[in-house]
Every structure is written in C-alpha cells, then in structure tokens.
C-alpha cells in the first residue's frame, strides 16, 4: 500500500481527536502526495499547451535582479522585546 501513516482516534481532554500516525518502518512521503497533488491539479485545469506555447513565443524573460542585501538575523526572545 502506498501510503506511509494511519489514522488513530486519540482523546484530549475528553475529545476524540483522528490523527494520522506514521506505521512502523515507514518512511514519509510527502514528494509523493505532491506529485499525485500536482497530477491531479493538471488534470482538472487541463491547460492548453499549444495555445500557452503560442502566446510565449514572442515573450522576452526579464532576468530577475541580484540583491546582495545580508540577511537580518533574529535575537532570541519573543517578538514584543523587538518592538520600541
């Protein structure tokens, strides 16, 4: 069988809660469930590529500008201590 968890009922505080467990010696799969995601979701549009690739044809791709911008690094702490 394809997929790698269950569903188990657990109780929190007297709720009944479902949850999807991983099994034994299985591994996740989560490129698997996007790929059979992404098959459906093209599927369902059913695009035309000929037309796409037609209305592209002329279109010239704009190389997208390089930021050299360092990357501000969090403190820890909670998100009020950063407010002034």
């Not at 657990?10 to 809660?17: D, I, K, N, P, S």
């Not at 093209?42 to 050299?68: D, H, Q, R, Y």
């Amino acid at each position: 069988m394809l997929t790698a968890e269950h569903c188990v009922t657990r109780f929190h505080e007297g709720v009944a809660r479902r949850e999807w467990v991983l099994k034994k010696g299985q591994r996740r799969n989560e490129a698997l469930d996007i790929f059979v995601y992404n098959f459906v979701e093209l599927k369902i549009l059913n695009p035309n590529f000929e037309v796409l690739e037609k209305n592209m044809a002329g279109v010239e791709v704009k190389s997208l500008k390089k930021v050299n911008k360092p990357y501000k690094i969090r403190q820890e702490g909670s998100f009020v201590s950063g407010i002034k």
